[in-house]
């Protein structure tokens, strides 16, 4: 998958340490707080993904930590690192991967900043030398600093809002733990991962719903790379930090931030144009229907028409400006969604040989049911929607 080339080859290669940027997180959360400026207030927030001394999740929220008006912040790290700061794969570090030093999984917990630096204001410089002086806000983790661990579980229970940037090869198993312990997150995963088996059913019960700050970067998000272990295949930059270290910043394409806290553009409309005027002034022609699915195929979001009234399969990246209150979720074109009302029929072993041959010229089977077909060719992942005629429960206007 293009999206995620730079994540594969650095996994590839045991240097899977791609870092979100202090910016990101800060255009990120600012959004959310336009919207609610008490979403974080009297809250504890877990990044359960993150060294502290060197996360910019920490960093973010420990240098706010009065102006959001937290009540504790709490972060967890991952055992072998090999600097302090990790959205890290879990087994990417062994006795055969060099001479990396691998420090042990902490904890630290923060439930007050004070002015410390006598500077006349509280920030990450106060928290930075709090830390110092008191050795008891950190423990030793066990249990290696995996969040399925049952110290991380422990705290994961008493959180309120887990904010990081978490492994994305084990992205489906991580997000599943959130809804099931009913908590409130933003994190940052692949695009991708709206079409999981394990994933999808959140977004259509709108348990779950993509993050504020997808316009940035058309989409994509630039991640720092350490110094010591940096691809320079994969270098877009070359930096300097705040603490004087060189950064490497590579782009990865697809990244978006998944929550389940509300947020302004949640709840805009999409301008759309009726089917005769995305005809018109669009296609060119009549929207086509699958031939497996009761809907039509609309193969660009600003191409949905405003009057149509049954199914109809769009882009992934309808979820980008998906709005509750305008659409439904009835589910996808895709084989992992085979209760699917909308599906009319299953195509057999033969037929998806048939059609191989007939695309190909050679032997060879065709997934037919891996998509939504039409005039017997299957076309990209589809989200399959419809236009809600009231507003959803619970959404805000």
Known sequence: QPSNRNLAA???????????????IQKEVEAYL????????????YCNCDDPFESNFFKYFAANFNRLGLKKLVTTSYDGSPIAGAQLTFGEYDEGNGKRQKPKAIAVEIEEVRDVTGDGATGIED?????????????????????RSPECIALLREADVVVTNPPFSLFRQYIAQLVEHGKKFLI???LNA??????FPFLKENKVWLGNNYKVNAGAMYFEI??????????????????????YV?????????????????????????????????????????????????????????????????????MDKYNPDQFEIVGTTESNDPGNACRTRVYTSQERRDAYKTLFGKPGVYDLNASGVVNGVKVYKRILIRHRTRPTRGTKK
Request: charged fraction near 30%; glycine fraction near 6%.
């Open 34 to 45: 336009e919207f609610d400026p008490d979403t974080f207030r009297g809250k504890i927030v």
């Open 194 to 199: 709206i079409t999981y088996k394990e994933v």
């Open 188 to 190: 940052i995963g692949n």
């Open 250 to 318: 590579t782009r990865v394409q697809g990244v978006r931030w998944f929550t389940n806290l509300d947020h302004g553009r949640l709840h805009e409309n999409l301008p759309l144009m009726t089917k005769a005027e995305v005809i018109k002034f669009s296609t060119k022609k009549p929207f086509d229907k699958y031939d497996n699915y009761n809907a039509i195929e609309v193969s660009l979001v600003k191409n949905i028409p405003s009057d149509y009234e049954g199914v109809m399969g769009v882009p992934i990246s309808i």
């Open 127 to 147: 928290v930075k030398l709090f830390l110092k002086r008191n050795h008891h806000t950190r423990t030793r983790l066990a249990g290696g600093g995996d969040f």
């Open 10 to 24: 650095a996994k590839t290669a045991k240097q899977d340490e791609f870092y979100t940027q202090y910016v990101d």
């Open 226 to 247: 350490p110094e010591n272990v940096a691809n320079l295949e994969q270098v877009r930059e070359i930096k300097t930090n705040e603490s004087g270290k060189k950064v």
